[in-house]
């Protein structure tokens, strides 16, 4: 904008109408810039949080079949015991 259209609309409307023209405007153009930033941000939060709920389903079956391992560890390891405690009693019973 030039100091020429400036100059006329500043004396035709008024000092203050221009300037709250202007100030409007510029929140506009502000606003216009904020909203496109906060898509654009939203957009990249919605990308990790489905990267984010892909990798917990993946961990949620790692553990799933890491329970399953530690059960059966368990169960040898039960039935290691029960070995053991038989080997004792035999031996504590020559």
């Given at each position: 904008?030039?100091?020429?259209?400036?100059?006329?609309?500043?004396?035709?409307?008024?000092?203050?109408i221009v300037m709250v023209?202007?100030?409007?405007?510029?929140?506009?153009?502000?606003?216009?810039?904020?909203?496109t930033q906060n898509e654009?941000?939203?957009?990249?939060?919605?990308?990790?949080?489905?990267?984010?709920?892909?990798?917990?389903?993946?961990?949620?079956?790692?553990?799933?079949?890491?329970v399953q391992v530690l059960?059966?560890?368990?169960?040898?390891?039960?039935?290691?015991?029960?070995?053991?405690?038989?080997?004792?009693?035999?031996?504590?019973?020559?």
């Amino acid at each position: 904008m030039d100091y020429n259209a400036l100059q006329t609309a500043i004396s035709q409307l008024g000092f203050p109408i221009v300037m709250v023209i202007a100030m409007a405007f510029f929140i506009w153009k502000l606003w216009e810039k904020s909203q496109t930033q906060n898509e654009t941000r939203e957009e990249k939060l919605y990308s990790v949080i489905s990267k984010a709920q892909e990798q917990n389903e993946k961990l949620s079956a790692t553990n799933a079949e890491f329970v399953q391992v530690l059960t059966s560890y368990k169960d040898d390891l039960d039935e290691i015991r029960e070995d053991v405690s038989d080997i004792k009693t035999q031996i504590n019973n020559k």
